[in-house]
């Protein structure tokens, strides 16, 4: 409970919120990118399981130069560190909403896709804290 209460509490700061609303319209964009990417090579011709991995790299890189720059203002810091810091955070969080989905769907056996979304939910907010804490915390 002290840590849920601690979370509400930072999430409460205003810089923090808007924080957290450029890193939600980071990850819109990310996953508009992942898209199209995924689509065009797919349409060149490109297996799609090559074009599926070819998009989320993309996301991915898209979303550590816009959490870097524009979501924590993070400057003057070793781009290699914080790279490394930032693909940790993110199979981390992944496999963290992963577990959680697991637990989900098939011990508590809830609807998947409410447990789809819990899951989501999970990965973005730890992802979010992690990524303002751990990785980019020498920024705004």
């Known amino acids: ?3 849920i ?3 509400k509490e930072i999430l409460q700061k205003s810089d923090t ?6 890193f939600i319209s980071v990850g819109i964009l990310n996953t508009l990118v992942s898209l199209i990417v ?3 090579c797919m349409k060149v011709g ?4 090559l074009s599926n991995l070819i998009g989320y790299i993309a996301g991915v890189i898209n979303s550590f130069i816009w959490s870097k720059i524009w979501v924590f203002k993070s400057r003057g810091v070793n781009i290699f560190k914080e790279s490394f810091k930032f693909l940790i955070t993110f199979t981390i969080c992944y ?5 959680v989905l697991l637990l989900l769907a098939e011990k508590m056996l809830m609807n998947i896709y409410i447990s789809q979304f819990i899951a989501m939910c999970t990965y973005t907010l730890l992802n979010f804290l992690m990524n303002k804490f751990f990785t980019f915390r020498n920024g705004k």
Not at 17 to 22: E, G, V
Not at 46 to 49: D, M, T
Not at 95 to 99: A, D, F
Request: aromatic share 16%; glycine share 0%; net charge positive.
């Open 1 to 3: 409970m002290a840590m």
């Open 5 to 7: 209460k601690k979370i």
């Open 17 to 22: 919120r808007l924080q957290f609303i450029k």
């Open 38 to 40: 995924i689509y065009i």
């Open 46 to 49: 490109v297996n799609y399981k």
């Open 95 to 99: 496999s963290l909403q992963y577990i």
